[in-house]
């Protein structure tokens, strides 16, 4: 059975649109947008979730333990689970944070270095050989109760797909900009209604068919 695995962050999870910042919500598996791409792609299909809110591509996050760099966290999933067929990476919203400081070429170099992770000889043989599809999130808003963590960040999110198109290229994975596909909620300004995670998940399964 072909095994698809899905790396990122609280969009990947399944988080919704937050009205406050203590609360823990999470769409059931019916909603979120990769069990949605796993009912598109055909019960032959096998799935694996690792999706972490706040997780970032390259940052050890002050405000969350310290924690939530993805590269490491990549490394663990590879060496976890497997052999994999098809990876999916979409991170990038959390690295566009104020208390980052990151320019959009800055972001991007946190995921050239999943990238170069992910294709590189170790994991590659690790699992056999596995497709990669670069996912850019859709640009962010400067709103509701997340909107002090986002100052700025709209204008940094929007420059952000076609330097992953490029990158994408350079490295021979696929690539979708999700911006095409989606928006972010009102609400919050980062999280994906319910509809969105549908849309989406059609979205990367068919991309994700393309490659096997």
């Not at 050239?112 to 992910?118: I, K, N, R, T, V």
Request: with cysteine.
């Amino acid at each position: 059975m072909p095994v698809l695995m899905t790396f990122g962050d609280s969009n990947t999870h399944g988080s919704p649109p937050m009205t406050d910042r203590v609360s823990y919500h999470r769409f059931g598996p019916d909603v979120r947008w990769p069990r949605r791409a796993l009912a598109a792609l055909g019960p032959e299909w096998e799935l694996v979730e690792e999706g972490l809110p706040g997780r970032t591509a390259q940052f050890d996050d002050p405000c969350m333990d310290g924690l939530m760099n993805g590269h490491p966290a990549l490394r663990q999933a590879l060496q976890s689970h497997g052999p994999l067929d098809v990876l999916t990476i979409m991170l990038g919203t959390n690295d566009v944070k104020t208390r980052f400081g990151a320019s959009p070429e800055t972001v991007m170099g946190g995921i050239a270095g999943l990238l170069d992770l992910a294709l590189g000889v170790e994991m590659q043989a690790r699992h056999g050989g596995f497709r990669v599809l670069l996912i850019c999130p859709p640009p962010v808003l400067e709103t509701g109760v997340l909107a002090p963590d986002f100052w700025g960040a709209r204008t940094k999110s929007l420059a952000l797909p076609p330097l992953y198109r490029a990158l994408a290229t350079s490295r021979g994975a696929a690539f979708l900009d999700a911006g095409e596909v989606i928006s972010v909620s009102p609400v919050d300004g980062v999280h994906f209604e319910a509809e969105a995670h549908a849309a989406l998940g059609e979205a990367v399964a068919e991309r994700v068919a393309a490659l096997v």
